[in-house]
């Protein structure tokens, strides 16, 4: 028999590994801190006469951000728009965000002028603070819902120019290197007791010579697992499961970055895919070609090769192209399908397409929802807005341990 597992952030978020995901992940990429750095001791990064820089990756014009983040979070909330206006800018007396608002819906009014306000107080309350660095209790819940993917999309298409459109390509590059600053902060402090853990958070703030990088990033994922308790991981339960069932061959295929599902769980290569990107690895801005740290030259521009939280995903290498591929094929080829500590949504059309393809094939999938009964029936519903199927089986995560010894078989 074999099985395949599904893993998204949740897998190694609180309570497994306790790496960041979702809203602190996103806030860590937005607010850029420190990140000049910490990605110079990963290569030389000038174009022209643009670097990267400390502070936010959005700019002074970038109202997408707050205007979807206003909207979705009206979509899901039963608030007022001046309840969740006052949320995230309390006791600003000002009306032009609502006027936008009312614009937007309606299409009535100067738009042109509507907008430029709307622009000015963005300018003023969102982008001023966050160059700042003055985050109140009101940004820190924007930053919280804020929806950056559309904005992410919109640069990752000056990848094909990096000399025409210097500024946009550094801002994807920063963006890049501030998923994988906020990744390695995540593991520091796994590993905070150690002695090595200053070793690691050097990279953080001064320049460190590459073979000292390279061997950092080669031995902390390791370090990691000697020091969390890794029998209390959904990967340890699998590891068990599979030790003990000679008959049943395990497969993976990761959202994740890091490589803790195929260290933990042992898995075979030819069946541990990443989807979105693997820690470690690099690639050259230019050749756009994907390969460990060690590999390239001092002199390459290169980042991390880590695909972000966004609609559009840049697969544009054969690299890419075939891990994709397999991870997929593994997907609708298995025998059963387990999905855990992945949260469904409308970024990530290309996983929902491929579950889609196997549940018209009529193939099982079972799903492990994490949360109180609130958050399982919300999750739950999700879920169902995306597939029409009869064929999904719900349980919450409580009961994954159970299910492996006693049910999975059947």
Known sequence: MNICFLFGAGAEGKGQIGLPQGAEFKRSIILGKDISTFSRNFSNIRIKDVEVDNGTILKHNSTSVLYQALFEKKEKSSKTWDEIIENYFPGIKEDSVKKYIEY?????????KIYEDFRKFYYKNVYQKLKEE????GLDAFLNDACICSYYDSLFNYLRKPELYAKEVINVIKIYYGALKCIYEGMIKAVKADNNANIYEKILSEKVDKNSVVECINRIENEVIEKINIEKTYYYEIRKFKNKSSNVNVWVTTTNYTHFAKK??????EHMHYLHGEFGKFENLYTKEIKSLKDFEVDEIIFPYLLVQSGIKPVINYYQIESMYKGFTDMINA???????????????????????RLRAEKDLVVFIHGNEKKYNSERKCIESFFNSTRIEYKKTAEFSHYLSTEIIN
Not at 105 to 112: A, I, P, T
Not at 264 to 269: A, K, L, P, Q, S
């Open 134 to 137: 003055r985050i109140d209790k």
């Open 335 to 357: 025998d059963k399908l387990i999905v855990i500590g992945y949260g469904f949504n409308s970024d990530d059309e290309h996983i929902l397409n491929v579950i889609r393809e």
């Open 264 to 269: 933990i769980i042992d898995v075979e290569d």
């Open 104 to 112: 937007k819906v309606n299409k009535s009014g100067d738009g042109e």
